[in-house]
């Protein structure tokens, strides 16, 4: 990979545990505290910075990728297998949502296809549409689609990359009051979205270095996202931690 003028401090499986770990602690408080806690909120908040991140490094490994359709193939396979535990964990019915991982594959395909070269200019703005489409009801839905997208056309100038985001985080946040009407007031606030900003200081710091080669560090991200959301649904049916929790609040 390539490296910029004044390398960062993070090399991207740093980078990604971050956001495993964030996203993690998101997840949790959202399944066992109400909205409107102080600990949600700010776990929340730093929960935005986590699909950012791996939309970045979906577009990184587009670039670097010597197998599209492997790589594909596997981003495909993990979003049908996160399916049925994200609903699980956060209560939705089987058809009325699905993961991040979802629009994270799209994304990788419209970006495949803006990309191409075999492919008709008229058609790839087609392209990118029916991926928009077809994960609205994915948790970052469109949103990290045009993510991917912005993030691998402007690959290797780091100041479009951040403008290109910024401008769709901004639409993101306009559109969220007609899709939760919420947003710009009580009693269900949604001001933690604004935390997707705070991925633009973990990405100044990222060194463009992989890190340390393993694949039981890359199937570990993979893995970990519907082992995780599994582990949450049982923890809040099978365990009296909700209740024990709501005890201090």
């Known amino acids: 990979m390539e490296t910029r003028e004044s390398p960062g401090i993070l090399n991207a499986n740093k980078l990604k545990m971050i956001a495993v770990a964030v996203m993690f602690f998101d997840h949790f408080v959202t399944v066992f505290f109400p909205h409107n806690v102080l600990i949600n909120l700010v776990f929340r908040l730093l929960g935005r910075t986590a699909a ?23 981003l495909f396979v993990f979003a049908v297998v996160s399916h049925l535990p994200y609903n699980l964990a956060f209560g939705y019915t089987f058809f009325q949502a699905t ?3 979802w629009p994270l594959a799209m994304g990788l395909l419209a970006l495949a296809g803006i990309k191409s070269d075999k492919i008709h200019f008229l058609l790839k703005p087609v392209i990118l549409a029916l991926c928009c489409v077809v994960s609205y009801t994915a948790n970052w839905n469109y949103i990290a689609v045009l993510w991917v997208v912005g993030f691998g056309i ?10 290109a985001f ?9 559109i969220q009051p007609f899709r939760r009407p919420g947003f710009f007031n009580e009693p269900n606030p949604q001001w933690f979205q604004l935390g ?9 710091m990222y060194n463009g270095k992989p890190g ?11 893995v970990f996202y519907p082992a995780h959301l599994i582990f949450l649904f049982l923890l809040n ?3 009296p931690l909700r209740e024990v929790l709501g005890r201090f609040l």
Request: aromatic content about 28%.
């Open 154 to 163: 402007f690959y290797g100038d780091f100041k479009r990359q951040i403008a």
């Open 237 to 239: 049916n099978f365990t």
């Open 99 to 101: 993961s991040v991982i």
């Open 212 to 222: 340390k080669k393993s694949k039981a560090f890359t199937w570990f991200f993979y």
């Open 196 to 204: 997707i900003f705070l991925v633009i200081p973990l990405l100044m």
């Open 52 to 74: 950012p991140v791996f939309c970045f490094f979906v577009a990184e490994g587009f670039r670097h990728t010597s197998n599209f359709k492997k790589y594909f193939t596997r």
């Open 166 to 174: 910024c401008t769709i985080g901004t639409a993101y946040l306009f």
